[in-house]
């Protein structure tokens, strides 16, 4: 089963680049100043924020569906990210280093099989969860509960 990654579009955080930190406070969006890598990743290129480089945190629904799974959490961007991560078969390095949840969600919004995975578990838990003819798509999200957590990425089948 063949499977593709996309980052975050990054035309929905556009208007976010370059605002006064006052400005984008009135949204609930942080900017931090990257001191030190990994640990400001970037949802739109789907790789770690260098340091030097601002990675702007705010609120992202990443689940839209019209089900109890409806979803949303916090993310980073890069600000200025243009080009958002578009890959067949390639697991990023950025959701390699944390374990990370994958859900495999149905045509209803509904969250049908789970389980975590790490490194290169990803890869063959991404394969399992598609053997399910149920799964649509998997979404993937850094492990809640040991360390802060947040929404990494969409999985669609190809």
Avoid at 85 to 108: C, Q, S
Avoid at 119 to 142: K, W
Wanted: charged share 25%.
């Amino acid at each position: 089963m063949t499977y593709r990654i996309n980052g975050l579009a990054p035309d929905p955080f556009l208007k976010f680049y370059g605002l006064s930190d006052a400005a984008l406070a009135e949204s609930g969006v942080i900017r931090y100043e990257v001191e030190t890598c990994p640990g400001f990743p970037d949802r739109i290129g789907m790789k770690d924020i260098a340091p030097g480089e601002n990675a702007l945190l705010l609120n992202y629904e990443h689940l839209p569906v019209s089900s109890p799974y409806r979803s949303c959490h916090a993310i980073f961007v890069q600000e200025g990210a243009d080009r958002a991560y578009d890959r067949v078969g390639v697991v990023p390095e950025v959701m390699t280093r944390r374990a990370i949840a994958l859900r495999g969600v149905d045509e209803r919004g509904f969250i049908v099989d789970a389980d975590i995975a790490q490194g290169n578990e990803i890869e063959p838990l991404i394969h399992r969860l598609f053997e399910n003819s149920a799964v649509d798509y998997i979404h993937a999200h850094h492990a809640h509960n040991a360390k802060h957590g947040c929404f990494s990425g969409l999985i669609e089948r190809v």
